[in-house]
């Protein structure tokens, strides 16, 4: 009933630059929060930024360097990534807090895409 797919991972060097994208589609009401998390082999998964209705939020370890923004009229959550690092290689995943009706809010998750920085 709601997707978020994601694109836009890949393998960069380090110091080089990713820009991931996650379009949400079907039954919408409206859009609360769209987020990206992240997750490396045999850790956990961890916030690197959100955005709600104007505000921004980022893990300290990706401040600076990357810089999340959405186009409202797209249901969409772009992630600019620049200077990146080894340490950021891990699984993203596309987060959205979904209203889908009057009464019914939910969490939604894309299926993740791969990023990779090779030192």
């Known amino acids: 009933q709601v997707q978020l797919v994601e694109s836009g991972g890949g393998l960069v060097q380090a110091g080089g630059s990713l820009r991931l994208s996650c379009a949400a589609s079907?039954?919408?009401?409206?859009?609360?929060?769209m987020g990206w998390y992240r997750q490396a082999p045999g850790k956990q998964r961890e916030l690197v930024a959100t955005?709600?209705?104007?505000?921004?939020n980022y893990a300290s370890s990706v401040e600076g360097r990357f810089t999340i923004s959405r186009d409202n009229a797209k249901n969409t959550v772009y992630l600019q990534m620049n200077s990146l690092k080894p340490e950021d290689t891990a699984v993203y995943y596309c987060n959205a807090r979904i209203q889908t009706n009057l009464w019914r809010t939910s969490d939604y998750w894309g299926q993740g895409t791969q990023v990779t920085v090779s030192s």
């Open positions: 955005a709600t209705s104007g505000t921004t």
């Open positions: 079907g039954r919408i009401f409206s859009i609360n929060a």
